[in-house]
């Protein structure tokens, strides 16, 4: 606070009045009209025709927690439906510094180059609103984020998988109803989520590094077996040489696995966001998995394989929370786990027990 | 058939009537009582007096599928219960034909000579009453289904491993209430119920044979990432080399898995029930975890992680087949799934549906 009547940098001047010649009808008239959502239909409509803030809207729509914003989701994915499934989801995974951002930002500026229309989501249940979340910072993805091509959304927040997962997979339809050919969904590198991932994508790429003890890491949480391909990154200068022996041991490791239903065998690439180096190989690696799968029908099998895993899983998801979320079952369940804790009952005598309060 | 008055090897002639003298009202009586099925008090008492017959008939209600049985059952684990828990349980897998049953020959007569009184329990979901199962050939183990000090009861049978599990589970306390105080559970190399028998053993021994491309196959399952120990089996003659090389092999495998809570470094040891040898190693070493996990108090924490784990399975088990035993849920289920497959619905909107008709 400075004194009254001296001069300051941080003295302040009185306002100047707003002008009276503003009229205030015709603000209250764009207020209200600001205020006013677009219907179901006209949102769909604007989907359909490409309109990126109708698609953001809907989006918006799909990751709220309000129940009326949610009955207008589900109108609008239905009527997205037929226009969805044509497009190439790839799920891309790596832990926290193997370079995700940047190998999706290079990967996709190819990708657009060659005249594909992308979406860029991601998945990250640990991520909220307020603190910052994978691809939260599109800063990171500077080019793709002017590109008209591409089309990026940080991670729906949430603290359920299962939440995060339905969000995802309901805006991945919306993103092709809205013509995105090629959907990149990128992950955490933590179990869990990549599951989910994996789960809802038709290709499963995972990014890692060379060196540092690295190469086997991902067999202890079975992602290694998820993948398509791994995609050895940063693969430039000193890393070179390393990354070429990564690529021996991965390869050998691969192998160990039981074939894939796809009758896929996973590759291994190089790759350099950097030297901009092992790219094309990346897709025309994808294209040939699309060739495979399509002419054996995995394609077509798997999208609906999935479609009835996340149906027994929101089930099974919903009928769980239902039981624990019941007041008597809570207090009687924490009453069984001391009795069980002190040997005077088993695990399915008391199940039975709780199963009773139903 | 012989023609009659012939003589010949065959002809029979008939019978001698029953001396009058016999009691008929004694005959009665002893059928009658030999009906009589003792009360659960009875059974409790026998077992608890180490009387095998008593713990046979305990197990077999146990495993019925009766209700009133199950009610019996339940009745004597409950008094049991006190008296159990005072034992090491110790699961041992491998694939068929890496010699399980000639180990635990092999090792139970062993245990038997140091003093231990063994149960022998097997979980194969996939046996059942009529055909054959793992341990359901006792002649597999002479000389120890001879020994006093030794117990081997076959898998009980039934489709669903949840339940196969739960009777194992509470075979366990019987077993231990009868005075067994190292009990050694069987299982078949099939992924599903190695990890339901991990769930209820305190120690992990996966058996192993040396050569064939066999080296790092557990990987697959994740089930070398369960084993406290993996023992090299038939470390013998001409193997005895290639059992070297394996165990130099599965000793670096399992150091790429991170650190057990248990703080335990998995072993890998060589033995032969053939030449007898390496069966001592193998006891010290679970005696060596023993020391280690009471010290640290991982042994009972994970005996009470143990029992959450079964009560929280036991439940959602119940609540799924409940509801997917529903018979206006069922049909529902079909025909959802059918929309889903022609892209009329999504499999969020099917389950609030099917839901909904809870």
């Known amino acids: 606070m400075t004194e009254k009547g001296k001069t300051s940098a941080l003295q302040e001047n009185e306002g100047v009045s707003e002008p009276e ?41 799909v990751e709220s927690t309000n129940p009326q914003h949610l009955k207008k989701a589900n109108d609008i994915i239905q009527q997205c439906l037929p226009y969805a499934n044509a497009s190439i989801r790839i799920g891309i995974t790596g832990v926290p510094g193997v370079g995700k951002s940047t190998f999706i ?19 990250d249940p640990s991520s909220t609103l307020s603190r910052g979340s994978i691809l939260g910072d599109k800063t990171r993805m500077e080019d793709l984020v002017k590109n008209d091509n591409a089309f990026i959304r940080p991670s729906p927040s949430g603290s359920s998988l299962g939440g995060v997962a339905r969000k995802s997979r309901e805006t991945i339809i919306l993103c092709e109803a809205a013509g995105f050919d090629t959907i990149l969904i990128e992950t955490v590198g933590v179990g869990q989520s990549e599951t989910a991932v994996h789960s809802m994508v038709d290709f499963f790429l995972l990014l890692k590094l060379a060196g540092a003890g690295d190469e086997l890491q991902g067999i202890k949480r079975g992602i290694m077996e998820m993948a398509d391909a791994i995609v050895i990154n940063k693969a430039d200068g000193d890393n070179l040489k390393n990354a070429k022996i990564a690529k021996v041991e991965f390869n050998r490791a691969l192998h160990l696995y039981p074939p894939k239903d796809s009758g896929w065998q996973p590759k291994v690439l190089l790759a350099s966001a950097l030297e901009n180096t092992g790219i094309p190989e990346v897709w025309q690696l994808i294209e040939a998995y699309l060739d495979l799968t399509k002419e054996n029908h995995f394609f077509d099998y798997s999208r609906n394989e999935q479609n009835k895993f996340w149906l027994l899983q929101t089930i099974e998801d919903r009928l769980k929370t239902d039981f624990y979320n019941n007041p008597s079952i809570k207090i009687e369940l924490k009453h069984q786990l001391e009795r069980i804790e002190n040997g005077e009952t088993t695990p399915f005598a008391a199940a039975e027990l709780l199963l009773g309060l139903k």
Chains 1, 2 share one sequence.
């Open 21 to 61: 010649t503003t009229n205030k009808s015709a603000i209250a008239a764009i207020k209200n009209k600001r205020q006013q959502q677009p219907s179901a239909d006209e949102l769909v409509k604007g989907i359909l025709a490409k309109d990126r803030t109708a698609l953001s809207r809907a989006i918006t729509l």
């Open 105 to 123: 930002e290079t990967f996709g500026m190819y990708l657009t180059s060659k005249g594909k229309q992308i979406a860029v989501l991601a998945v």
